[in-house]
């Protein structure tokens, strides 16, 4: 063999062998000491990086989790409870479990409802149409239609159907990250409780002007005419200016309040047709009891004042 | 051999579009009085003015109908004599929807107090303390199209000494001739307006910045001011944006306005050429701010002209007047095509600081196809400011407003060189215009 072919593949070796006797013992005396648990937790979190609990990603939120030590603030939007409870068994605490969220989209200004009143052809983004004026149709409220939603999300959970103008949340995909609520500079999207049985029911307009106007801009824009609130029995609507708001919180989804609404924008998700008839139905005899009530007592309090009259004539 | 004598201009950036002075020589004519007007009570910078009329009183010209709210705000009167109409939230030029007060015009009875003789007043009977108050009180604000108050720009802060007073007559924008015209009618009340803005601020210096393609302006003025040594006038290149304050700081006394700072932490103070002959009126005739030139042109536009407008015109009135909307207008704006902004809606009113209404043609008006950044740097040659608005565009579309400050996003005057000269079409000012927005109000949580 040729020497200097010998020679090269020794000291080659050398320097290796000795490189790696180096990094070993720099590394045992430079070692960043992590908690091992922290790389347990990561491996069960789903890794989509998301920023959906708050944190930057998935590896912060592990780090998080360990040295908190519970579970009370931090949850996992992507994941939901089975995760969780994989992360407090790692951790040997006490899961806690959440009602599961899901984006909905409260803006029901379809091509169909809410004329364009100019065009807009700046540039293609939502935040700068937002920034420059009011959109292009009547309605200040109402959803600009460009899709900056549906472009962050990482789980392909949106699209926009291009026959109304909306986005549209995919129910099985959607993992309440929060990324489209954020995005939204009109506040169109917004987290919601998934609900019990996956059924919801909120009103699908932010447009807070008055009847009149908001109508002129969009068909079926809440005009507030209150008629939602005051069948509802559980105080879980309330009226900001002109527009009624549910509060999932309050909310029974005894789901009366839909067919009063004349615009039919009293939204609901997997409610089957029967039930809404069926609550409706039960709103109106309610009604109906409450009105012969009012009736008879306005009768009787009649009744009790002629015959009081009368004893007075006597006297 | 004589040098050739080179025309003063601001160091850096600039570009250099066609100006279609199309109605420069179209005499100011007023326009007749509408049947209704809307006055908005946001036509300035600063809080909203608050409403002091109500449904139904009936109001003369020239009465107060919202006072200011805080020193930064400015009175709106009424610009014309009737009854009071509904008090709601209409939109207004800029796009969003704004209280504004409806008067419903009945014959034209002016408040008695209003001096409407045309002869000239010469004589400033005022002190300078007086003079600030009369201003306030008349609701002027700066009329290039920023309408920031002047009485604020006229007290100048403690600790801060003026010695140059600059008048702003460079009008750069395209297409407008407002300030051109009432420079060529209005020249010695004009000169009386900088006389009353002298005084205020105790000033001997004053110059008078005119863009050398209105060189009528610049002879009448230069023939005017001959025996009046504390005022000259200075013909400036024709470069866009010459009109820009700091610009204008920069190349008539060669001062650098620093980062986030005022004209008046270098010793000026600029006012505009229609702002100076709306103060004289409201200084030596009594008379507040109710109405202003504006210039409707276009190319397409049958008879582009100069109006004298009320404020609170609606903007189809004077499309009418002007001869209808061409066929072929694809974008209706208010102000320059270069920092002016589409209308959404043509019931819009003039406000205070509607310097033109631009009919733009539909070949023009399309924005072209957005390309990738070539990174050819034309942006950074343009930009007067001295910044690089394609790396603004980047650090503003990926919302990271902490860099884009520390490259200084909030010097951007928005003058729209860098989309201007860009080869790729790219919307670079739209998204510097939102990484300022976004710096402004706090992201959401």
Redesign the interface.
């Known amino acids: 063999m040729n020497p200097v072919v010998l020679y090269t593949i020794l000291t080659l070796t050398a320097i290796g062998i000795l490189a790696a006797v180096v990094i070993y013992f720099v590394s045992k005396k430079f070692e960043v000491k992590e908690d091992d648990r922290i790389g347990k937790v990561e491996q069960v979190l789903p890794n989509t990086n998301c920023g959906g609990c708050g944190q930057p990603g998935c590896h912060a939120f592990a780090k998080a989790v360990v040295e908190a030590g519970d579970l009370a603030a931090l949850h996992c939007p992507v994941g939901g409870n089975t995760v969780m409870k994989q992360v407090a068994e790692i951790l040997g605490i006490k899961a806690v479990e959440r009602d599961p969220y899901i984006a909905v989209v409260r803006c029901s200004g379809s091509f169909e409802y809410r004329k364009k ?2 065009i807009y ?3 293609g ?1 939502c ?2 149409a937002a ?4 959109g ?1 149709t009547g309605c ?1 409220y109402g959803c600009l239609g460009m899709g900056d939603c549906v472009e962050v999300c990482d789980f392909e959970a949106m699209y926009m159907d291009e026959k109304t103008g909306l986005p549209v949340v995919i129910e099985d995909k959607c993992t309440a990250c929060n990324a489209c609520v ?1 995005e939204c500079p009109k506040d169109i999207l917004e987290l919601w409780p998934k609900g019990k049985k996956n059924q919801r029911v909120y009103v699908a307009c932010l447009n807070e ?1 008055k009847g009149s106007t908001a109508r002129k801009e969009c068909a079926v824009a809440c005009s507030g005419c209150s008629k939602c609130f005051e069948a509802c029995r559980y105080d879980a609507i309330t009226m900001h200016n002109s527009l009624a708001v549910i509060d999932p919180e309050k909310c029974k989804l005894c789901m009366e309040c839909v067919d009063t609404c004349d615009v039919h924008n009293i939204v609901t998700a997997n409610v089957t047709p029967e039930k809404i008839q069926a609550a409706n139905e039960q709103r109106l005899k309610r009604e109906e009891r409450a009105r012969k009530k009012k009736e008879e007592e306005k009768l009787a309090a009649e009744a009790a004042k002629q015959a009081g009259n009368e004893t007075a004539q006597q006297a | 051999m004589k040098l050739h004598n080179k025309l003063k201009t601001f160091r850096i950036g600039g570009v250099h579009p066609d100006d279609h002075k199309i109605t420069a020589q179209r005499v100011i004519v007023p326009l007749p009085l509408p049947k209704s007007v809307t006055i908005p009570v946001t036509q300035h910078i600063g809080a909203p003015a608050k409403i002091v009329v109500q449904r139904g009183d009936t109001v003369k010209v020239g009465q107060v109908i919202a006072t200011h709210e805080g020193f930064v705000s400015s009175n709106i009167h009424a610009s014309v004599s009737g009854r009071v109409g509904i008090i709601e939230e209409v939109m207004d030029s800029t796009g969003f929807k704004h209280m504004a007060i409806n008067i419903r015009v009945k014959g034209d009875e002016w408040e008695e107090t209003i001096d409407r003789s045309e002869g000239l007043v010469e004589e400033i009977k005022l002190d300078p303390k007086e003079i600030v108050a009369r201003i306030m009180e008349a609701g002027v604000v700066g009329m290039g199209g920023a309408a920031f108050p002047s009485h604020v720009k006229l007290s100048v802060p403690e600790g801060k000494h003026v010695d140059y007073l600059i008048i702003n007559g460079v009008e750069c924008e395209p297409y407008l001739t407002a300030d051109h015209r009432i420079m060529l009618e209005k020249p010695k009340e004009i000169v009386v307006g900088i006389r009353i803005l002298m005084k205020a601020l105790g000033v001997s210096h004053a110059i008078i910045g005119i863009e050398d393609n209105k060189h009528d302006a610049v002879e009448l003025f230069q023939e005017l001011l001959k025996d009046e040594p504390g005022i000259t006038v200075e013909a400036l290149e024709v470069q866009y944006p010459q009109g820009g304050e700091k610009q204008l700081i920069q190349a008539l006394l060669n001062r650098e306005v620093p980062s986030g700072g005022l004209p008046a932490d270098v010793g000026v103070i600029v006012h505009n050429v229609g702002t100076t002959f709306a103060i004289y009126e409201a200084v030596q005739k009594n008379k507040p701010l109710i109405e202003r030139i504006v210039t409707v042109t276009g190319k397409s536009v049958k008879e582009p002209s100069n109006f004298r407008v009320r404020i609170g015109t609606p903007v189809m009135d004077l499309l009418i007047a002007a001869g209808g909307i061409p066929e072929d207008t694809g974008k209706i704006v208010s102000g320059g095509p270069m920092m002016g902004k589409a209308i959404a809606d043509l019931d819009v009113p003039v406000a205070k600081g509607t310097s033109g209404i631009l009919l733009i043609p539909k070949e023009e008006a399309t924005r072209a196809e957005v390309y990738n950044c070539v990174h050819c740097g034309k942006c950074i040659e343009a930009c007067p400011m001295g910044l690089e608005p394609y790396r603004l565009l980047i650090l503003s579309k990926k919302g990271n407003s902490t860099r884009a400050k520390e490259e200084h996003i909030l010097d951007c005057i928005e003058c729209g060189s860098c989309s201007f000269v860009c080869p790729s079409n790219r919307p670079i000012l739209d998204y510097i215009r939102l990484g300022k927005t976004q710096l402004r109000k706090p992201k959401k949580a």
């Open positions: 009143t100019n052809d700046g540039a983004s935040k700068i920034a420059l004026y009011s292009d200040a954020k002007e």
